[in-house]
């Protein structure tokens, strides 16, 4: 154990000398991957090591060196068993003066006036670089090893690495913007502080005005609420009647109503507003057809929380559909079965029985609901018309002629606010209480059908939705097809051309306008997957496996960040990572943290919900027999995962394709999603080429996510079929 302790210091102390010899200490605006920076590495002093920036005068980093030496020393001089609490306090001081010298010391010196009071003036430093990113990080697992030297956790350092790390990543990546964006609202553009702009915004009659409930307009804080808990009921509502449908009647094509959720989930989120606009909008297709019929003028009634609540409707009921399905089939046939012997009749048992049964599920596809149509950016700002919502307001504070970042800081907490308190009281409401039927008891009854007087009103909704959402979607396909929709609708392949042509001269040229857009969404996508999987799936694994100190806070912490809106992860992320001492907006870095920090919940819910499945002995058996933590979740654990590994794959992939509200504000020239990019040619009118572009994003994601499926496979926990098993054996008598 003792040779194992030290090849593990060895190993992160080499890392930290060759980081702060060799590696930038600040960063290289060209990109550190790139390399290119290595021509001018000796010339410019910007991209010199740790060790160069202390020896010409930036004494801030002469701290960083003595800890270092510090941790060298005790290596060489003392035994695993004497230096665990000194490991610890060296890796604590290290990660917090690299915090505060970080945050103090900006692009011209320090940040606070105060300080440079106190301190008299200081030349500035640009943002952390590669170099200072290794040492934070040997900083991190010095506080590991340390820890596993002296006995945390039975010694298992792979746990504690991956704990400490963790935390790290997600204080880093979640509360940091958090704070930024907070503390941000309370600063000028000198960095000095001010309350001005809070409380100009926070009384703002535009954000908390009630006048609707004298006939008036309310404030936009009011006007989105009462639209979340709308679409939230809406959702909830039919989510229910089509799992109802799907699994109590005897309906012939619950089959094909299940194809029918796949859809809106991998539709880019502005699209159904687009493709209601077509059917719904002045020059619309049914508008046209119900003027014609009655001579009515409909106006622009589709323009406002009408249009926005009627397309929050479409694309978050398969949402619904998918978290209630799994409860309502769950409900052990035994508890209506004994209902009934008891003289209920199925009315009654429905009412007094399962449905109570449902509460949890019906508390999770509400609280998605919810929170869906409050981060819901792409409907509202093709539907909106004079009517926004919260996350549009951020976006018009940020990007459009205000540029008052204190509003948008106000705002965005408002929204904040709202999504927390809708998460806290989801699981305190149910906290305590027990849902559970299925036990280890067999059960072999069947559920019981819906009573006519539900199952035919049932069937009725659904099938009036379904034709609905059939339509939309043919508007959808329709509309990349028709050269200018609600005037000529004449067939062309002119908007799949200019969004995708292809040239053979002097060998393959990609003309399409909408190329440059869709490789770089790819290539981030296919970057921000696996690593969402990953880090999804090890905190599962840890939650569920591991028995540590602060667990459960660990937990909630991790889930929390699937209560922020993706506008506030973008605006808190423009306010963090736009200045030191962590610069990376307009990067590619910036995006993939955002989609795997943004989708790594829904991850860790799936993770948590297959761990449970698998018993600890699987656990037990392979550290007996001498494998260390790491290699019995490569070789045990991972294989017997694969449904929860696909599912974070094509969460993940798929979210990252169809995200706008967090992406709009992180895009630039270089790094330009897709979703961004079809945004622009809606506000530019060009309609065609982005219903085009649409439906190619909607094929893509098909075609990978079967590619995921090969890829990862399926998991194998039966045993053969006696004709496959005795094969090998027949083969080898034979031969």
Known sequence: MTSRDNRRLDMILAAAIVAFIALPWYRVRSGFFSFEWLSDFVVSDSLWPGIAQLLTG?????????????ALYLRVTRHPGDRGRALINIGVAGLLWMLVEGLSIGMRGWNWSLLEATFGEISGQPAFGAGAVVIGTVFALMIAFGAAERGALKGDAFVLACITLLVLLVAVFVFYPLVSMFTGAFQEFDGSFTTEGVRRNIIDPKIWSLACLAGGNCGVAWRTFFLAVCTATGTTLLGLVFALVATRTGFRFKKSLRLLTVLPIITPPFVVGLALTMLLGRSGTLTNVIEAATGLELGRWLYGLTGIWIAQMLSFT????LVLIGVVDGISPSME????????????????????LMAPGLANAFLIGFIESMADFGNPLVLGGSGGVLSTEIFFAVVGAQNDPARAA???????????????????????????????????GRHIQLPHRVAIPVITVAVIWAVFTITVYAMILFGGFVSIWGLDHSLTLAHYTRAFGISWENGIRWTGVAWDSFW?????????????????????????????????VFEFALMMSFAIPGTVIGISYIMAFNLPPLQMTGTAVILIACFVFRNMPVGVRGGVAAMSQLDGSLDEASLTLGASSGRTMRKVILPLMRPAILAALVYSFVRAITSISAVIFLVSAKYNMATAYIVGLVENGEYGIAIAYSSVLILVMITVIG?????????????????????????EALG
């Open 58 to 70: 930036r004494w801030q980093l002469l701290p960083v060196f003595l800890m270092l030496l510090a």
């Open 337 to 356: 079965e004994a209902s009934q012997t008891l003289r209920s009749d199925r009315w009654r048992t429905f009412r007094k029985v399962t449905l109570p």
């Open 520 to 552: 770089t969404t790819m290539e981030i996508a296919l970057i921000a997957a696996p690593l969402t999987a990953a880090v999804g799936l090890l905190t599962a694994w840890l939650i569920v496996r591991q028995r540590f100190p602060g667990r459960s």
């Open 410 to 444: 106000v705002l965005a907490t408002v929204l904040l606010v709202f999504t927390l308190s809708a998460f806290l009281a989801q699981r305190l409401w149910l906290s305590g209480k027990n849902y559970s039927t299925v036990t280890g008891k067999g059960d072999g």
């Open 318 to 321: 398969p949402i619904s559909f």
């Open 707 to 731: 590619g995921f499926q090969l890829l990862v496979g399926e998991r194998r926990i039966r045993r053969r079929e006696e004709k496959d098993a005795a094969a090998p054996i027949k083969k």
